[in-house]
């Protein structure tokens, strides 16, 4: 089986608060370390009242201060928020703390609303359509410093932190193989241009010194449990927090709702019926059997997996199932 890993968005829930989170999210890498994942990422979003990884550099240290094998990383950090600089010391320092075990993932959307995000940048002068040659920069400052170079990344330059490419459209799969770096395209919440994107990606790939061939990591959101039923229920709180986001009405991750989505109208139903193509529901047979299908369709090379689950218990267990039927 492909290497598996974890996607964390620090779900704050309904009756919970973000030092809750946090230690949830410090608990679930230990326990997934030991289980045999392989990497565990943390999203940069602002302004949600139900994600605590703002500060997306921060909880990387916090988990990785907590773990001894684990890769742990960004997925991502939104660059155009960000001068090039400040992230290439932020991540300077976490591989001087963390040697060898940190991942930089960068992706060109916000995060966030316009609001949130000229309160972030001050002016929105940073516009996405300079992503890619913030990027070069970023990378520019890990590499050894020239004698002529007047800027410099310290703790930074000289050092071999991983960067990736994250999208959920055609240009983050054109940009990641014009620079020959791995790429993970955000299928569990964006899938409709994932065939279209690995497909390019993988034919326009050029080799590079960080990568002889292309690598491609997809998003899948999972759902496990001993009873396909209970599993339905977890994957609920998921179900709810999406409609709501893309409803105008982002919020605390609720508690699950048995039938939901007989609830639903049908704007609401269409909503979600795209990302269930790269949603993973049910028993420990099932899931094996629906992640299999998802690898030999798409041929990934590793999966990230996101579990949005109200109970922490549960969405531990969900990811122990995982690791039991799949590493």
């Given at each position: 089986m492909i290497p598996l890993?974890?996607?964390?968005?620090?779900?704050?829930?309904?009756?919970?608060?973000?030092?809750?989170?946090?230690?949830?999210?410090?608990?679930?890498?230990?326990?997934?370390?030991?289980?045999?994942?392989?990497?565990?990422?943390?999203?940069?979003?602002?302004?949600?009242?139900?994600?605590?990884?703002?500060?997306?550099?921060v909880v990387i240290g916090h988990v990785a201060a907590g773990t001894t094998t684990l890769q742990v990383g960004a997925g991502g950090i939104m660059l155009p928020n960000h001068a090039p600089l400040v992230i290439a010391e932020q991540f300077g320092t976490l591989e001087s703390l963390f040697p060898g075990r940190i991942d930089l993932a960068l992706g060109r959307a916000p995060g966030t609303d316009q609001a949130t995000a000229h309160a972030l940048r001050r002016n929105l002068a940073s516009s996405v359509d300079q992503f890619p040659q913030d990027v070069v920069e970023l990378m520019a400052y890990f590499n050894a410093a020239g004698a002529e170079q007047q800027v410099h990344a310290i703790p930074g330059a000289g050092l071999s932190v991983p960067i990736w490419i994250l999208g959920s459209s055609l240009f983050g799969a054109q940009l990641a193989a014009h620079l020959g770096l791995p790429y993970s395209f955000a299928s569990h919440f964006?899938?409709?241009?994932?065939?279209?994107?690995?497909?390019?990606?993988?034919?326009?790939?050029?080799?590079?010194?960080?990568?002889?061939?292309?690598?491609?990591?997809?998003?899948?959101?999972?759902?496990?449990?001993?009873?396909?039923?209970?599993?339905?229920?977890?994957?609920?709180?998921?179900?709810?927090?999406?409609?709501?986001l893309y409803s105008g009405r982002p919020g605390k991750l609720p508690p699950p709702v048995a039938d939901y989505l007989d609830s639903l109208s049908s704007m609401e139903r269409h909503m979600l019926q795209g990302v269930f193509d790269c949603t993973v529901i049910?028993?420990?047979?099932?899931?094996?059997?629906?992640?299999?299908?998802?690898v030999e369709k798409t041929g990934a090379n590793?999966?990230?997996?996101?579990?949005?689950?109200?109970?922490?218990?549960?969405?531990?267990?969900s990811y122990e199932i995982v690791a039991e039927v799949l590493i």
């Open positions: 890993s974890v996607l964390d968005l620090s779900p704050i829930i309904e009756g919970g608060n973000a030092s809750d989170s946090l230690r949830n999210s410090l608990d679930l890498a230990q326990h997934v370390e030991r289980w045999g994942f392989k990497r565990y990422w943390l999203a940069e979003h602002h302004g949600m009242p139900g994600i605590a990884s703002a500060a997306t550099s964006a899938p409709a241009q994932m065939m279209d994107a690995i497909a390019i990606y993988r034919e326009q790939f050029k080799p590079s010194e960080y990568l002889a061939a292309p690598y491609v990591m997809l998003g899948c959101s999972m759902f496990a449990a001993d009873d396909a039923k209970d599993a339905h229920l977890l994957a609920s709180s998921w179900q709810q927090a999406f409609v709501n049910g028993s420990p047979d099932q899931v094996r059997e629906q992640v299999n299908q998802f590793e999966l990230i997996i996101a579990c949005q689950c109200y109970n922490h218990d549960a969405r531990l267990r």
